[in-house]
């Protein structure tokens, strides 16, 4: 059973950061991408960040941009959001997702995504 694990949730203050890590327990994928999506109280689930298990450019929500960034270890199988000038309105649960489809039209399309994990808890305070 394919598993992603994600780390590194927590609370900050605005402006603070916070970097999420995501340990996947597989390593070749049928389809290349992986990312990052959220969901704030009373809102969809929105995707936040994607990038290639190949390489490749990443994607990013546009309220995201400048500010958070997403890369993917290869050696250690992890995927990793860093997190920087946080807002409270970046409070969310974020989750992990893998084998989706990158490009500019499908990367943010969470029914694209096979596996997800149980997501971790950022809250930013003002």
């Known amino acids: 059973q394919v598993q992603l694990v994600e780390s590194g949730g927590g609370s900050v203050q605005a402006g603070g950061s916070l970097r999420l890590s995501c340990a996947a327990s597989?390593?070749?994928?049928?389809?290349?991408?992986m990312g990052w999506f959220r969901r704030a109280p009373g809102r969809l689930r929105e995707g936040v960040a994607a990038?290639?298990?190949?390489?490749?450019?990443?994607y990013y929500a546009d309220s995201v941009k400048g500010r958070f960034t997403i890369s993917r270890d290869r050696a250690k199988n992890t995927l990793s959001l860093q997190m920087d000038r946080l807002k409270p309105e970046d409070t969310a649960t974020y989750f992990c997702?893998?084998?989706?489809?990158?490009?500019?039209?499908?990367?943010?399309?969470?029914?694209?995504?096979?596996?997800w994990g149980q997501g971790t808890q950022v809250a930013v305070s003002s």
């Open positions: 997702a893998a084998e989706g489809l990158c490009g500019t039209e499908w990367w943010d399309q969470s029914a694209e995504y096979t596996y």
């Open positions: 597989k390593y070749t994928w049928r389809r290349k991408c």
């Open positions: 990038i290639s298990t190949d390489g490749g450019r990443p």
